[in-house]
């Protein structure tokens, strides 16, 4: 099996040896370190020795044997009766051992459900189901707050000690406390998502690994709440989304925006079962965020071209989305929406507004944004000097030259 093979199994399965070793010994913390050590034994001997026929099992026998010796440890024994008796007796656990798969429910899903418990802050519950589960650096974590990387440092590990201490019993939330932590849960999943759709640093535009882990947990959760109008929202929202990733890049892995893409290419299957998530949930009653920005996806993969797109429906959405939140992202699509329904001069006057938000005014898309109405208006000097910008902005290599690219085109007036 190629390095990058192994690279994915070793993502894929990260998640669920930490559950399972969670589940099995408790200290949340101590187990992740474990963890983290059988995945680096993982790296250096299956290249090696192969990988083994049941990696799974393999990578929790070493990090339970790594997490038995770290308790051990004379640091651990002095806090060990304390967490111990914090935590869950084994006769109420209500899961299998750590080396069987669960029969009804994957660990992956139990600890995104754990780490989104009502005793972390609803930021700390996302940064570390994004650290714990779905397997993103610090770094990107903070980008996709907007946060400097280090005070995301601090709020992991806070949110790490919490666990540690509350003795959370390792199991599947049910009733009103699976509905205190839904929320977290899907913005977690959709943050997930939105890195592997469109990474914000590294050679590659987007990391299937994330996107696809992100649409498995979202039909998991589906399928434990299959009426909740925002679950199905969410799995709708990636679907519709991840429908255009076959067309979204070149043969030489550069960046085609949606305008430019050969529809053909779009995954039909993604769009029909997204269609039929969002038509459905639609009926149910009030819209709530997902909904809504799943609706929005449908019109743009239901068009047959860009110019077809009904942009005057789509900018409507947005504005009851903003309605919702004061999210700087949704203002800023908003402010395209009004620009292909109105006119670019329409959509940079709102641009001219969502500069003083300083949650986004050092982001590379607002700069691309600018450009692109720029140009629209023949202002070509200043749509490139803003392309420039946002090239310098992003940490993403296919961005970086896209953006290039489109200033090195326009006519110097």
């Known amino acids: 099996m190629p390095d990058t093979s192994a690279e994915d199994l070793l993502r894929r399965l990260a998640p669920q040896v930490l559950g399972a070793v969670v589940r099995r010994y408790g200290h949340f913390d101590t187990a992740e370190d474990a963890t983290q050590e059988a995945l680096l034994a993982a790296t250096t001997q299956w290249p090696k020795d192969g990988i083994p026929d049941n990696p799974r099992a393999w990578l929790i026998t070493v990090a339970s044997r790594r997490l038995t010796d770290l308790l051990r440890s004379d640091q651990a024994r002095r806090h060990r009766e304390d967490t111990l008796a914090r935590w869950t007796p084994p006769g109420q656990w209500v899961t299998p051992a750590a080396d069987r798969p ?39 974590i903070a980008r996709a707050f907007l946060v400097p990387e280090a005070t995301m440092t601090r709020r992991i590990s806070r949110a790490k000690q919490r666990i540690k201490d509350s003795g959370i019993p390792f199991r599947l939330a049910a009733g009103a406390e699976r509905a205190q932590r839904l929320g977290a849960v899907l913005h977690v999943l959709y943050l997930i998502f939105n890195e592997g759709y469109a990474s914000t640093s590294g050679p590659s535009l987007h990391r299937d690994e994330l996107s696809a882990e992100a649409i498995r947990l979202a039909r998991m959760v589906h399928r434990l709440l299959p009426d909740d109008g925002e679950v199905t929202g969410l799995l709708a929202l990636m679907l519709l989304t991840d429908a ?27 769009i029909a079962e997204g269609v039929a998530l969002i038509t459905g949930a639609l009926g149910r009653g009030p819209a709530g965020p997902y909904q809504l920005q799943a609706a929005i996806a449908a019109l743009h993969d239901e068009a047959p071209s860009a110019e077809a797109t009904d942009w005057p429906q789509i900018t409507a959405l947005y504005e009851a989305l903003m309605g919702m939140s004061a999210n700087p992202m949704v203002a800023l699509n908003h402010a395209v929406a009004v620009a292909m329904a109105h006119g670019p001069h329409a959509g940079l006057s709102l641009l001219h507004k969502l500069q003083a938000d300083e949650r986004i005014a050092g982001d590379h898309r607002l700069y691309a944004v600018r450009a692109h109405l720029l140009e629209m208006t023949g202002e070509h000097r200043a749509a490139r000097e803003s392309y420039q910008e946002a090239a310098r902005r992003t940490t993403n290599l296919p961005q970086q030259r896209y953006l290039h690219a489109q200033a090195a085109r326009l006519p110097h007036d």
């Open 102 to 140: 669960p029969a009804e429910s994957d660990d992956t899903l139990i600890l995104l459900f754990m780490c989104c418990h009502p005793t972390l802050s609803p930021a700390s519950q996302i940064a570390l189901t994004l650290r714990a589960v779905g397997g993103l650096t610090t770094a990107e």
């Open 244 to 270: 255009r990733r076959p067309a979204r890049t070149g043969p030489d892995g550069g960046l085609i925006p949606m305008a430019q893409q050969d529809r053909r290419l779009w995954n039909a299957g993604h």
